[in-house]
Nanobody
Framework: QVQLVESGGGLAQPGGSLRLSCAAS????????IAWFRQAPGKEREGVSA???????YYAEAGKGRFTISRDNAKNTVYLQMTNLKSEDTAVYYC???????????????????WGQGTQVTVSS
């Protein structure tokens, strides 16, 4: 059974950092594009960043310049390093997998077929 589990969320101060993890089970991540999305209360889910099966990376405006996506295939995990956090980064963050070896670009909800349950990130002083 394909499963994605996010962790690493929590409370951070403005200007602080958090690293989110997306651990996969039931499949190996090597051939899968993985993306991070977020959803704030009352807002639509939006793409943050994506990493292709060839380790090409993409950043939406939400994540550009402050967030870094990476994967560790040995740990079957994808990470999202978030720095210089702002209050507007407060949201539930989800990781998602596209189909194996799919070609991707900027993360779009419709391109991803397997989703984790999300982890809450709150940025507040």
């Amino acid at each position: 059974q394909v499963q994605l589990v996010e962790s690493g969320g929590g409370l951070a101060q403005p200007g602080g950092s958090l690293r989110l993890s997306c651990a996969a089970s039931g499949f190996t991540l090597d051939d899968y594009p993985i993306a991070w999305f977020r959803q704030a209360p009352g807002k639509e889910r939006e793409g943050v960043s994506a990493i292709g099966f060839g380790d090409d990376t993409y950043y939406a405006e939400a994540g550009k310049g402050r967030f870094t996506i990476s994967r560790d295939n040995a740990k079957n995990t994808v990470y999202l390093q978030m720095t210089n956090l702002k209050s507007e980064d407060t949201a539930v963050y989800y990781c998602a997998a596209a189909r194996p070896r799919a070609r991707i670009g900027l993360p779009r909800v419709q391109d991803y077929v397997s989703w984790g349950q999300g982890t809450q990130v709150t940025v507040s002083s």
